[in-house]
């Protein structure tokens, strides 16, 4: 806490090449550049040179705003600068609070190397020099932002400020007062949520490899980015432009992946995995953006152990052993945290529902590490789920999170039971595609939602003309069907993935179908949307931005300015 009134303020800037420095837009001198060499030749470990400027000044005079920009320079045909910021303010009773741009250590366009960064005395350390844990490196025109918050009286109140990246611009454009730190958890009153006293409505969107693309573990990430660096690269690029769009929160896939995919980082160093989680969780806080963790807790993990689907069932088993370590570090972990929207159990496990999965494909050789034994090309019977199987699994693994996190919610993460689930539960093993009636459809969803769940989740895709469902209705109308038998449950509601189809969001960019589709579930009260998808150039079908779909980021933004505080 700093204590007013403020006598004297300053900030330190240290970088590895020459920095502007701004206050609410005012240009300071820049920083004279020195690099030198670490003494050991450790491969990226650099001293940094720094400076510190008196902004008593500014900062008496009201001026809340701090930018840092980098002066890029190419190491290796990379433009990229490392910078270290640190504000340090003078109470009259004589207090000194350092306050830093890097508590999170933030990343953004790439990736220096996993060292250690020492500030000298001369710069503001100890005698033995003040130990930083990693560097912060982004690309030239990026700035580092420190934004104080304003109070109602129109004065800053120096005791609470948020750090964020910006990319470019001009930094007296930033409203710190839109820069409020994340508080509070996320709440359910009947079919309503509810966040700090006040009902919370909101409109995100699914980035699904958030975390593995960060981490250089994603599957995918040479076909789609080319480099690591790249992916990483992108999905900050990705972050700040949803903070910059309005999105409230992020729902992504939370398990470390395909079999081989896991073993690239969690298997091989389960500690820097979780930091490298903390790093991307910590810079969607530092942007403002709640997040909805997909844990994959049915189907996540029987791949990786070597054992049938149904495995998840048996507490003896490796894959329910397997699931629950890794589902207990995860919710211990982030328990308390406001940045956790609520948890999800899986991905769509309802479309599974009595399938019978004998002679499907399963996992090629392609996706376990070399020699794995748990190679699994084709299916068997017992990689089926029947829906009362789902059910128990739904049950278990709620109570399971809630004992471990008593704070959050958690919803299923469910698309819809199957337009023919009647059938396929009656004659199953056996396959009987018959089209339910209405009544059958709706009453299937609502028990395929089954307590202690606290908020039902729906996907859709629309307005897909060609799609047979049930009653012979619309996409939309069938969704309004099923929003409101959830809540006369009592239940909020969750669509967790709204997207367009025939035509696609690509084909649509006005995303008319989309956009219209969000006022009406408005007008029916629905909790949370999250658009399909975001910066995911896997899917060019449906991959939205703020720069391809105007239209629609302008009327999520609108939601969210009505119904979330943002």
Not at 10 to 29: E, F, P, Q
Not at 139 to 166: H, K, M, N, Q, V
């Amino acid at each position: 806490m700093v204590e007013e009134p403020i006598v004297s303020a300053s900030v330190m800037i240290a970088a590895d090449r020459g920095v502007t420095l701004y206050v609410n837009g005012t240009k300071l001198d820049p920083v004279k550049e020195r690099l030198l060499i670490a003494l050991n030749g450790d491969r990226g470990l650099r001293w940094l040179s720094g400076a510190y400027f008196d902004i008593t000044e500014l900062v008496l005079d009201g001026q809340n705003v701090l930018g840092a920009r980098v002066v890029s320079t190419v190491v290796g045909r990379k433009a990229e600068g490392g910078l270290l910021a640190q504000i340090v303010l003078h109470g009259a009773d004589g207090s000194v609070t350092r306050l830093s741009t890097d508590g999170s250590f933030d990343v953004c366009g790439s990736n220096i190397y996993d060292t250690r960064w020492t500030l000298p005395p001369d710069m503001g350390g100890d005698d033995s020099g003040q130990v930083w844990s990693k560097a912060t490196v982004y690309a030239p025109g990026w700035e580092r932002i420190i934004a104080f918050e304003s109070r109602g009286d129109g004065e800053t109140d120096y005791t609470r400020f948020t750090s964020l990246w910006r990319d470019g611009g001009t930094v007296s454009s930033i409203d710190a007062s839109r820069e409020q730190p994340l508080t509070g958890i996320v709440g359910a009153e009947g079919s309503r949520l509810v966040l700090n006293g006040q009902e919370y409505r909101a409109v995100g969107v699914n980035l699904p490899h958030l975390h593995q693309a960060y981490c250089g573990t994603w599957y995918h990430i040479r076909e789609i980015y080319g480099t690591a660096e790249n992916a990483r690269g992108a999905i900050v690029a990705a972050i700040i432009d949803a903070h910059r769009s309005g999105v409230a929160f992020i729902r992504f896939f939370a398990s470390p992946g395909y079999p081989i995919d896991a073993e690239k980082l969690y298997f091989r160093d389960r500690d820097e995995y979780w930091r490298q989680m903390d790093e991307v969780i910590d810079l969607c806080r530092s942007h403002g953006i709640r997040l909805i963790p997909s844990l994959q807790v049915v189907r996540g993990w029987h791949f990786t152990c070597g054992e049938p689907t149904q495995a998840i069932l048996d507490p003896s088993s490796r894959t329910y052993r397997a699931t629950y370590t890794y589902v207990e570090e995860f919710v211990t972990r982030y328990k308390d945290d406001p940045v956790i929207l609520m948890w999800e159990l899986e991905n769509e496990a309802f479309l599974s529902a009595d399938v019978n999965a004998e002679g499907r494909p399963g996992r090629g050789a392609a996706l376990f590490p070399e020699g794995s034994p748990y190679v699994k090309p084709i299916l068997d019977l017992d990689d089926s789920l029947t829906f009362s199987m789902i059910v128990q699994a739904y049950k278990e693994w709620t109570s399971i999170i809630k004992s471990l996190d008593p704070n959050h919610l958690v919803t299923s993460g469910d698309a819809d039971v199957r337009d023919t689930s009647e059938s396929l539960r009656r004659h199953f093993p056996d396959q009987v595609w018959t089209l339910d009636s209405l009544h059958q459809h709706v009453a299937n969803y609502i028990e395929s939602q089954t307590d202690p769940l606290d908020v039902c989740s729906i996907h859709l895709y629309g307005p897909n003309p060609s799609r047979q469902t049930p009653g012979g209705l619309s996409v939309a109308a069938l969704a309004t069907e099923l929003v409101r038998a959830a809540h006369s449950k009592t239940a909020p509601v969750f669509i967790g993935e709204l997207g367009a189809a025939e035509p696609s969001l690509q084909q649509d960019p006005d995303a008319s179908w989309v956009r219209s589709f969000i006022d009406d579930m408005e007008q029916e009260g629905v909790s949370l949307m999250a658009l399909w998808v975001w910066h995911f150039p896997w899917q060019p079908n449906h991959t939205i931005s703020s720069s391809t779909h105007p239209l629609l980021i302008e009327r999520m933004a609108e939601f969210n300015r009505a119904h979330a505080g943002l």
